[in-house]
């Protein structure tokens, strides 16, 4: 078994993975602000988080997965300023923010079924959990750490040392480059608020302050512990998430607790599209219901966002996606083909050089995923194994189980052949192969003669780059 080791955010080094408990893993991740439609570059941080737990899984371990939503208190800036979102969208829509909240989760579980990633173990909402907040509030006021002003809580960075640690933004740093003191309550520019009272804001509730509402950061501090304890195994998001609401979140859980609260943090880096942020002015944030509305399959749009390492910046393309699906293609294929093949030789035996080939696949995805999760080498591995068992000129009822079981067991990680709409039958493979090799050969006519005999029965070949295809059955 290969050892794990996970790039950690807070030690800026990959550090072996140790669990808090023995068999067991504990797992918090940012869910979404429910105040409009998720799009693919907020999924790409779900994803991260569903690989993760899909290959500790797949490694053994029990893992219990949190993810919260936010329905309050998430803001325009992501500071103390500014208007809540999901009150801005209610306003707008001049409904309740309840109701705006219930209308975006529903869009959230849609998309989130639709790229087959497993469900957490709880969602918390915010609004359910405000009891929580406010005595961990409460806790962080006894011990120093935070003040009262009017109806107004704060935390007082100053009381924190290791505040700035995550994301590498020293006080000092910060200090120097605040320009105005935005709020003349907070004993420092840098404090954060705990609990806000504001009479316009829609959701409110009674407090020890007076009536108000959490501030963002509480929110995710007072829903893991409560979940999963006062010291657990990670914490993921997207590296927009760093500072301040992770850096705000060690400081209030671990000022309340005393206790180290998470071990490893996991952040996802930022999706582009075609070489470009997304943005809505660029017309480029793009849910998976317009995806698949513009053709592009469930399976393939989850293939793409995982298929490149969460530490690195993805450029999302359309090109990206059919290569996606070319890809699925293939493992889909190899798995149809083989049973194929094994219709015509039920023996039960398995010979050295299958058995070597698909331990070497399986060890191969193993160890590339316990390096910090690295995928592009998992699926070499993957394809590797592919183009193995593709080169068998005849396969044994026990190869063709055996085959077929390895590929399973790495989809239970990778989670994108769910999605069969055909099988492709052997004779296809075959035509579609010899096509390819005829084109290469610049025998157009050879090449013209097998895709018109593909077509008569009832398949099509489309062109892909690189000289690759992918097969379809006729509309």
């Known amino acids: 078994m290969s050892e794990i080791r996970f790039y950690n955010t807070f030690s800026k080094k990959i550090e072996p993975f140790e669990p808090v408990e023995p068999g067991k893993v504990k797992l918090y991740s940012c869910g979404p602000t429910v105040y409009s439609h998720p799009h693919i570059g907020n999924f790409r941080s779900f994803l991260m988080a569903d690989l993760l737990k899909r290959f500790l899984e797949f490694k053994g371990y029990t893992v219990n997965h949190i993810m919260n939503i936010t329905d309050v208190g998430h803001l325009l800036d992501d500071a103390d300023e500014g208007a809540d979102k999901l009150e801005e969208v209610a306003r707008k829509e001049k409904k309740d923010p309840l109701e705006i909240a219930a209308y975006y989760i529903d869009s959230f579980n849609t998309a989130s079924e639709m790229l087959n990633i497993k469900p957490a173990d709880s969602y918390p909402r915010a609004t359910e959990h405000i009891n929580e907040m406010i005595e961990m509030v409460q806790t962080l006021i006894d011990k120093g750490h935070a003040y009262v002003v009017g109806s107004n809580v704060y935390y007082d960075v100053t ?40 009479p316009k804001h829609i959701q409110q509730w009674d407090s020890p302050w007076g009536r108000g509402f959490p501030g963002w950061h509480i929110e995710c501090s007072a829903m893991s512990v409560k979940y999963l304890g006062e010291q657990f195994d990670f914490h993921t998001g997207g590296e927009d998430n760093i500072f301040p609401h992770h850096e705000c979140e060690i400081a209030q859980s671990e000022g309340a607790s005393g206790k180290k609260w998470v071990k490893y943090w996991m952040h996802g880096r930022f999706l582009m599209f075609d070489g470009e942020k997304m943005s809505k002015s660029k017309g480029n944030l793009y849910t998976i219901q317009e995806l698949v509305e513009k053709g592009f399959k469930k399976n393939a749009i989850r293939y793409a966002l995982i298929s490149s390492h969460y530490r690195q910046n993805y450029n999302f393309t359309f090109d990206g996606l059919k290569a996606a699906e070319q ?66 000129t005849d396969v044994t009822a026990a190869e063709a189980a ?28 075959e035509l579609a192969e010899q096509r390819k090799q005829a084109k290469l050969s610049k025998d157009w006519a050879t090449a013209d003669q097998i895709r018109d005999k593909v ?17 379809k059955k006729a509309e």
């Open 159 to 198: 009381t924190f040392a290791d505040y700035g640690k995550l994301s590498g933004n020293t006080l000092d740093d910060l200090n120097a480059g605040a320009r105005i003191e935005v709020n003349d309550e907070k004993r420092s520019p840098q404090d954060f608020a705990l609990w806000k009272h504001d």
């Open 327 to 392: 890809a699925i293609d293939k493992i889909s294929q190899c798995v149809f083909t083989v049973k194929e093949k094994a219709k015509t030789n039920p023996a039960m035996t398995i010979r050295d050089e299958v058995t070597a080939f698909i331990e070497k696949g399986i060890n191969g995805f193993d160890e590339a995923l316990s390096d910090d999760l690295n995928i592009s080498k998992a699926l070499a591995a993957v394809f590797e194994l592919v183009k193995d068992a593709n080169k068998l």
């Open 402 to 429: 055996a085959i077929v079981e390895a590929i399973e067991k790495i989809d239970s990680v990778l989670g994108v052949l769910q999605e069969t709409d055909e099988q492709i039958p052997a004779e296809i493979t």
């Open 455 to 471: 077509t008569a029965m009832g398949f099509t070949i489309e062109d892909m780059p690189g000289h690759e295809y992918r097969i």
